[in-house]
């Protein structure tokens, strides 16, 4: 039977499990039950945000089910298919670096629709490609410009889930009966609870020095936790390492806007 969790991230960012539930199969009201059913365990209280892959009738049932939530597809399994998609093409190699380019370098939708329509004018072909203009139709979904706007906590893929899912590996396989998987199940749970609880108890006990003398690194220190400590005390320091080189002042609907240009400098160490 299908093991469909629905995971999320925690305040130490690791794997926490909201629900799940098993499926006979993977057809469009399977998977609407299941969603009316999570949203009955959380008081009708719709998620803000879910990631799936490119499952149409998974799409079907969070349009049907969760109609206020922000749905994503998996940036990963997306560009993974690249290869099989465009290798047919002549010039493949620099049609993938292309896209690369264009999907993840692009910072707003403007730049995104230029970059994009640039790229089917140099590689016309592309622009009979049935599997690029279905994902330029649904570039709301999956282009990391479109999404930004939304809280992921850092996600962009169904990674996460398929992390839970190797976790459970550990626990249950495809002969194990259902007593067995409630009982496995709960003892999952339990793990993962006293994994969080320890980090709680780290968190609150210990303090990780700050690098830097900055007032606004010593108000984070108390307040994250250590594992989202560390990860702004890197940023932090990356800062430090980059420089305005420009800046320009432009009037935009009325208000003044400030542009500035960075650098950063990036230091390569030579192996050994």
């Known amino acids: 039977m299908p093991f469909a969790p629905f995971v999320g991230v925690n305040h130490h960012g690791q794997l926490i499990l909201f629900g799940c539930g098993l499926l006979s199969n993977e057809e469009k009201e399977n998977f609407a039950w299941l969603f009316r ?6 008081n009708g209280i719709t998620p803000q945000s879910i990631i799936t892959d490119q499952c149409s009738a998974m799409k079907w049932a969070v349009e049907k ?4 939530t922000k749905h994503r597809w998996c940036l990963w399994h997306i560009m993974k298919k690249i290869p099989e998609k465009l ?21 707003c939708l403007a730049e995104f629709e230029q970059h994009w329509s640039d790229m089917l004018q140099k590689y016309e072909r592309l622009k009979h490609n049935k599997w690029l203009n279905k994902l330029y139709e649904e570039k709301h979904r ?3 410009c479109f999404v930004k706007t939304t809280f992921w906590d850092g996600m962009s893929t169904t990674q996460r889930s398929e992390s ?3 976790f459970f590996d550990g626990y249950v396989h495809s002969r194990t009966s259902l007593k067995q998987f409630v009982e496995k199940f709960d003892n999952a749970l339990g793990y993962k609870m006293e994994k969080e609880l320890k980090a709680d108890a780290r968190s609150f006990s210990t303090i990780i ?11 984070i220190q ?20 980059c420089e305005i080189i420009g800046s320009q002042d432009e009037i935009k609907d009325g208000v003044m806007v400030q542009t500035y240009d960075i650098q950063e400098e990036i230091y390569y160490q030579k192996p050994p």
């Open 37 to 42: 059913s999570f949203l009955d365990c959380m």
């Open 65 to 68: 089910v969760f109609k206020d």
């Open 87 to 107: 290798r047919r093409y002549k010039n493949y190699l620099r049609i993938k670096c292309r896209m690369k380019k264009v999907v993840y370098d692009t910072l």
């Open 142 to 144: 999956w282009v990391p």
């Open 164 to 166: 839970m899912n190797a």
């Open 209 to 219: 020095p700050t690098s830097t003398s900055y007032n606004v690194e010593k108000q």
């Open 222 to 241: 108390i307040l994250y936790t250590h594992a989202k400590f560390k990860e702004f005390r890197n940023q932090l320091i990356r800062k430090m390492y």
